[in-house]
């Protein structure tokens, strides 16, 4: 998505060979025109997979995801990193390795919000190792509920996430694709030739 790789180019920082800051749009302040726009070409990437319930986490997964949501009219349903003290035990957990926190956390969504009808899309705003996402099928899958797409807003294609996720079998779109952060400098995956 061209909007998107130029506001990487203009407003994202280089932090190492391995991490990109872009907290000026996506993971601090928000560009809403933006997120509208990323979260309108989520949609349409999945437009045709019937999709019931947007998933995502807490907490920049969800700028993109609301209006990924409201696009395919249907729920947005954001697993928190932290169990709230309102949440019954009827929850569905599971353990999330954090690639910039570098700690674990046990990711929750209540049964309430996930059935064995729902075909989910998983939406997060980077794929780095897949950790973030891996975790989402597995909450998907103790409902019984079936991960129709995962959309990523930045994938850092350099990594293994995109790798694993699709040899799992799973259908990956990302709206910007990373080939390297080396030198200071972002490079972008071409689109491949259809
Ligand atoms: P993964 O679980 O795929 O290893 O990493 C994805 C998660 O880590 C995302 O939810 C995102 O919050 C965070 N993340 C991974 N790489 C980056 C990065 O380069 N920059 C930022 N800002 N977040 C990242």
Redesign the pocket.
């Given at each position: 998505m061209k909007e998107l790789e130029k506001a990487i180019m203009e407003r994202g920082t280089v932090l190492s060979d391995g991490?990109?800051?872009?907290d000026s749009f996506l993971?601090h302040q928000i560009d809403t025109q933006l997120m509208i726009n990323v979260g309108k070409e989520l949609a349409n990437r999945f437009r045709d997979n019937q999709i019931t319930k947007v998933l995502t986490?807490e907490s920049?997964g969800i700028a993109p995801s609301f209006m990924a949501a409201n696009e395919l009219a249907v729920p947005l349903v954001f697993a928190r990193k932290k169990k709230s003290l309102t949440m019954t035990n009827d929850v569905y957990t599971s353990s999330v390795y954090?690639?910039?926190k570098q700690e674990t956390n046990e990711i929750t969504v209540s049964k309430n919000f996930l059935s064995a009808e729902d075909r989910v899309l998983i939406i997060?705003?980077?794929?780095?190792?897949?950790?973030?996402?891996i975790g989402l099928t597995k909450i998907v899958e103790q409902a019984d509920a079936t991960v129709a797409g995962i959309g990523i807003v930045i994938e850092?294609s350099f990594q293994d996430?995109s790798s694993k996720l699709k040899e799992a079998g799973y259908l990956v779109e990302s709206l910007a694709r990373i080939q390297s952060l080396k030198n200071g400098k972002v490079t972008f995956l071409s689109d491949p030739i259809l």
């Amino acid at each position: 998505m061209k909007e998107l790789e130029k506001a990487i180019m203009e407003r994202g920082t280089v932090l190492s060979d391995g991490v990109l800051k872009v907290d000026s749009f996506l993971n601090h302040q928000i560009d809403t025109q933006l997120m509208i726009n990323v979260g309108k070409e989520l949609a349409n990437r999945f437009r045709d997979n019937q999709i019931t319930k947007v998933l995502t986490i807490e907490s920049s997964g969800i700028a993109p995801s609301f209006m990924a949501a409201n696009e395919l009219a249907v729920p947005l349903v954001f697993a928190r990193k932290k169990k709230s003290l309102t949440m019954t035990n009827d929850v569905y957990t599971s353990s999330v390795y954090s690639f910039t926190k570098q700690e674990t956390n046990e990711i929750t969504v209540s049964k309430n919000f996930l059935s064995a009808e729902d075909r989910v899309l998983i939406i997060d705003d980077f794929l780095a190792n897949g950790q973030a996402a891996i975790g989402l099928t597995k909450i998907v899958e103790q409902a019984d509920a079936t991960v129709a797409g995962i959309g990523i807003v930045i994938e850092k294609s350099f990594q293994d996430g995109s790798s694993k996720l699709k040899e799992a079998g799973y259908l990956v779109e990302s709206l910007a694709r990373i080939q390297s952060l080396k030198n200071g400098k972002v490079t972008f995956l071409s689109d491949p030739i259809l």
